[in-house]
């Protein structure tokens, strides 16, 4: 059964740590027998085509750690997954207005209500979170960087988690698209 997938790495070339060449983490990927692997920018998303391949992600994991050294936590989700939660997203219209200002955290697991509640109680300056058992939207109208916000999410969230900005993620889906079933 063929099914386009989406792969989100946590922590891949982010301050010098984890580095990982997108050529030679496509050919990894098309070594596990994926195809039409794509990627999009240098942080580890990419997208293809699954034939119906067990156990992937754990397949996936295991050549990053042989090959590169590391293995990062992997989001791994069809589609169709993907686009309900860019679906969700209660800030597409600011998104949509700059994709910097708008983050997506991609959840492994629900995340705890307390836990949120009390991270969305350090917003500032028009910042905001909302949830959903998938992901926690941040609207960032001043930027990611500089915000407090999103420093102590991190910490306070305890599930595992990886964000794209709500360009990127919007950027992904379009690639996703592009691979024929």
Known sequence: MNEVKVLLLRGVNVAGANRLSMPEFRQMLSEQGVL???????????????????????????????????????????????????????????????????????????????????????????????????????????GIGRSVLADKLERLVKVDKTSRNHGSAMSISALARTIAV
């Open 36 to 142: 039409q692997v794509q990627t999009h920018i240098q942080s580890g998303n990419a997208v293809f085509l699954d034939p119906g391949i067990a156990d992937l992600e754990a397949k996936i994991s295991t050549a990053m750690k042989e090959r590169f050294g590391f293995a990062p936590k992997l989001f791994l989700m069809p589609l169709a997954t993907f686009e309900a939660v860019l679906a969700a997203n209660p800030y597409k219209a600011q998104g949509t207005a700059d994709g910097t200002k708008v983050h997506i955290f991609f959840l492994a697991a629900p995340a705890a209500a307390a836990e949120v509640a009390a991270a969305a109680a350090l917003a500032t300056g028009g910042e905001a979170l909302k949830q959903t058992d998938a992901a926690i939207y941040m609207l960032a109208p001043n």
